[in-house]
C-alpha cells in the first residue's frame, strides 16, 4: 500500500486529483497550490468504521470536557442530574444545526437534541 505524501511547500497531506484534460494522476495540496505528478496510478482509500460503544464513548468524554459551555437550567431524563454540556452540531440526514446535550453526570452519559 502507498504511504501518505505530504506537500514540500507547507507540510500538508497530499490528496489525489485527477487533470482530465491530460489525463494525468496529480497530488495535490489543499492549502497552497503545490501538486506533483503521481508516481504511480493506484488510489489506495481507507475506510474507518467506529463501534457504536466508541460513538458512546466519545460522547461521555465530551461532558468532562471544561472548555464546552455547560447548562445548569437542564434536567436529564435519564438520571435526573441538573447539569449538562452543551454543543451545535449537523444532524444525520438533515439540513442545518441542531443543539446537542450530554448529561455531565458521568455515570449517566445521556444524549439529547433540541
Not at 74 to 87: K, S, W
Request: hydrophobic share 35%; with cysteine.
Amino acid at each position: 500500500m502507498s504511504a501518505m505524501k505530504f506537500c514540500r511547500e507547507c507540510n500538508n497531506i497530499l490528496y489525489p486529483k485527477e487533470e482530465k484534460d491530460r489525463r494525468v494522476l496529480l497530488y495535490a495540496c489543499r492549502n497552497c497550490e503545490h501538486q506533483e505528478v503521481a508516481d504511480n496510478n493506484c488510489v489506495y482509500r481507507n475506510e474507518v468504521h467506529h463501534a457504536a460503544a466508541e460513538r458512546t464513548q466519545v460522547l461521555q468524554d465530551v461532558a468532562a470536557d471544561p472548555t464546552l459551555p455547560r447548562n445548569k437550567d437542564v434536567r436529564c431524563a435519564a438520571c435526573g442530574h441538573g447539569e449538562a454540556v452543551f454543543f451545535q452540531a449537523t444532524a444525520r440526514g438533515e439540513e442545518g444545526m441542531a443543539l446537542f446535550y450530554v448529561c455531565c453526570n458521568l455515570s449517566c452519559g445521556n444524549r439529547w437534541r433540541e
